[in-house]
């Protein structure tokens, strides 16, 4: 009964003291997934022609992260960026700066910024125009961890920083993105700062569109208020 409401490994058939062959292929098939998912490649790059469609103008950025290895062994690396991208987000900076940018990484899930990525970033700029909100260009950011959006947000002058990254593989779940709102990104921002939304992607979790929802929702929210994380509770608002 339980198995229909939830995609966790719970009333496993059994064959003896053991699982039958069927579950034990299945939960092997999903450990490859998860581990495919953190080591995929991401081209940002890929991206332009489907940005260029949508009429999405975009930068390409990349942390101090120089490979994956790295990347997973050195966090500190991912929330920095490299010396090439900072004077390429100073010469997009505009005056008035804009409110809000918007990042798209693979984070630790390369899977779910392939899958739901462009969709998720697009619903998520679409509704922000739609409530009068400027943006600055759309961030493409290769390795990166969520903090590098303070780096990002403080240097393009925004008042807002919304991070869109693959979250760490389940075995339910190799392909979910989480999305993270920090107001006033800055160097030294800590995670209390910022509010999340995990688990999207389609089927199985919360659908794009939704969420871009609920972002926009607690974004404006924020501004109203001059603040993020911890003292913005989401049970005040009327989200989706």
């Known amino acids: 009964m339980l198995r229909r409401y939830t995609q966790a490994r719970i009333g496993l058939p059994r064959a003896g003291a053991a699982l039958t062959t069927a579950e034990l292929l299945a939960f092997q098939l999903a450990h490859a997934q998860a581990r495919d998912a953190v080591w995929r490649a991401w081209e940002p790059e890929s991206y332009a022609p489907a940005l260029r ?19 997973l062994k050195r966090p500190d690396l991912g929330r920095q960026l490299d010396a090439a991208s900072i004077p390429q987000l100073t010469a997009a900076r505009t005056t008035p700066a804009a409110e809000v940018v918007v990042i798209l990484s693979d984070g630790l899930s390369a899977s779910a910024a392939h899958e739901h990525g462009l969709r998720t970033v697009h619903a998520i700029l679409q509704a922000l125009h739609r ?17 590098v959006s303070d780096e990002i947000g403080a240097t393009l002058g925004a008042r807002v920083a919304v991070i869109v990254l693959g979250e760490r593989p389940g075995l339910s779940a190799p392909d979910s993105l989480g999305i993270y709102l920090t107001h006033g990104p800055k160097p030294g921002n800590h995670d209390a700062q910022r509010n999340c939304i995990s688990n999207v992607r389609e089927p199985g979790g919360l659908p794009p569109t939704l969420a871009a929802e609920r972002l926009v929702a607690l974004l404006q929210r924020s501004l109203a208020l001059g603040m993020s994380g911890v003292q913005l509770k989401e049970q005040s608002l009327q989200l989706p």
């Open 53 to 71: 469609e949508a009429g999405i103008e975009h930068m390409v950025c990349a942390t101090r992260a120089p490979d994956r290895a790295t990347y």
């Open 131 to 147: 409530v009068g909100r400027s943006c600055a260009p759309l961030v493409l950011a290769g390795q990166a961890r969520v903090a």
